[in-house]
């Protein structure tokens, strides 16, 4: 049976099981094809290892140190070493071709120009000049990526430990021998609300307030590092503020000054603020919840007081009408003229609501008028 090698191939000689020799194109007598894919029985305890000249040299029956031993495979691929805590990266004409851990590695050179690159990843750092762009090709498990906005502190902490702030920009780092942790903190104000627990009054009323803070963090390296949870604690001095304040004050005095309330809590916040690592911009009442039942009550007391205005502004508008009735009966009683052009202003109301009037006899107009109307001369 004959074997072709075609251009884009290659064959590995076996004797007895060692690697003999690289076959070029050509024909070659073989007994018989094994069940193995693209290897060949040949007489005289020889095998052929059919090969395709593309990317790594893979063979099923040697490894690759044993193959580099023969001076014609040598000439006919590139090699490369990568050692233990290092990365290989591949390229064939300028691209990305292939990642490789610690291992010796054989590539064809038929196709394309290659060329190599190492990174060290025994530290997290990446290098300078390591082109950032090659991490488009590699498995996310082999490196970190962070992103720092510009409204956020990035600050990167290695096996535990605090390392450095991270300024605004992408950021890589090798996985490989250390733990990376990666923290971000607001950079700029950050409105904080702070949800309320129920607090008793001076006369007993539970009452729920809520709040809302401004703060920037001041420090956050010490932010990140000494303070546990930069939230609860603001959140626990804000509640102690409340206790200390409502909890001497009556239902009444708490609703009539919010503004005190939302002051003496300002205060506190930035009493507790250095500890916290943060300034406090602003803080302020936001809600004050009540009870059902004293709802209901002040619902019940503001409507009573309404109505009791409501009564108040009606007897005082009956008095002004009144008032006014009697200057102007006063007016018709001493000017004769003014008493008959009010007369006629009524006369002239009710007859918009009548269809017809028929008049006659003597005297003026309006005597007649009037007394038809009144049903006076009937």
């Known amino acids: 049976m004959k074997l072709m090698i075609q251009e884009n191939q290659r064959g590995l000689l076996f004797k007895n099981g060692c690697f003999a020799g690289l076959l070029r194109p ?4 073989v007994l018989r094809k094994n069940e193995k894919r693209h290897v060949y029985e040949g007489p005289f305890g020889k095998t ?25 495979f040598c000439r006919e691929t590139v090699q490369l070493a990568v050692s233990r805590g290092e990365l290989g990266i591949r390229f064939v004409d300028g691209a990305v071709a292939g990642v490789y851990t610690a291992g010796m590695y054989a590539f064809w050179n038929t196709h394309g120009e290659n060329s190599f690159l190492k990174a060290d990843i025994t530290t997290p750092y990446v290098a300078e000049d390591f082109p950032r762009e090659v991490f488009l090709e590699l498995r996310h498990d082999l490196y970190e990526e962070f992103v720092v906005d510009e409204r956020s502190h990035g600050l990167l902490f290695i096996d535990g430990k605090f390392e450095k702030l991270l300024p605004a920009g992408r950021h890589f780092f090798w996985r490989g021998y250390h733990g990376i942790e990666f923290r971000t903190l607001p950079a700029v104000p950050t409105e904080e609300n702070l949800v309320g627990q129920e607090i008793l009054t001076a006369d007993k009323v539970s009452l729920r307030i809520n709040c809302v803070c401004e703060y920037v ?3 956050p390296v010490r932010a990140a590092t000494q303070v546990s949870d930069l939230e609860e604690g603001l959140h626990l001095a804000a509640q102690l503020a409340l206790r200390e304040y409502i909890g001497r004050l009556k239902l009444d005095d708490i609703l009539a000054d919010r503004e005190g309330v939302s002051a003496f809590l300002l205060e506190k916040l930035r009493e507790r603020a250095p500890d916290l690592a943060i300034e406090v911009k602003s803080a302020a009442v936001k809600d004050i919840i ?9 619902n019940t007391v503001l409507l009573a007081e309404k109505r009791a205005q409501a009564s108040v502004i009606a007897r005082r508008e009956e008095v002004a009408s009144t008032r006014s009735l009697l ?10 003229t003014l008493y008959k052009l009010k007369e006629l202003e009524y006369i ?10 028929t008049i006659g006899g003597s005297g003026d107009i309006v005597t007649q008028l009037t007394a038809a109307l009144t049903g006076k001369g009937s």
């Open 217 to 219: 963090v001041s420090d």
């Open 290 to 298: 009540l009870p059902g039942e004293i709802r209901e009550i002040m």
């Open 26 to 29: 050509g024909k070659y007598f």
């Open 48 to 72: 052929v290892e059919v090969l395709n000249c593309t990317g790594l040299v893979s063979s099923t029956l040697a490894d690759t140190k044993a193959l580099l031993a023969d001076e014609a």
């Open 348 to 357: 002239e109301r009710i007859c918009e609501h009548l269809e017809s009037l």
């Open 327 to 336: 200057n102007t009966a006063k007016l018709m009683e001493e000017n004769a």
